[in-house]
């Protein structure tokens, strides 16, 4: 019997990464039982974009922060 197939959104990845989020604990287990092998997760290609963007936009200050302001 092969895993079950779950479609992983964006929000499951917001909501495990900050545990303020609501859905924080649902979303953590759901993302273990992926790496366990348990269930096949699969993420589309727009969720992959919006993940890559937030993390750019999120090292922006520290990029600006790190060049060297003329005297």
């Not at 859905?23 to 273990?32: F, I, K, N």
């Not at 937030?54 to 922006?60: D, E, S």
């Amino acid at each position: 019997m092969s895993a079950a197939k779950v479609v992983i959104d964006t929000s499951v990845f917001l909501a495990a990464r900050y545990a303020g989020e609501p859905g924080h604990s649902a979303s953590r287990r759901l993302l273990d039982a992926v790496d366990g092998d348990r269930i096949r997760g699969l993420v589309s290609a727009v969720t992959l974009a919006e993940l890559r963007a937030g993390f750019t936009l999120a090292q922006v200050p520290a990029f600006l922060d790190a060049i060297p302001q003329p005297p």
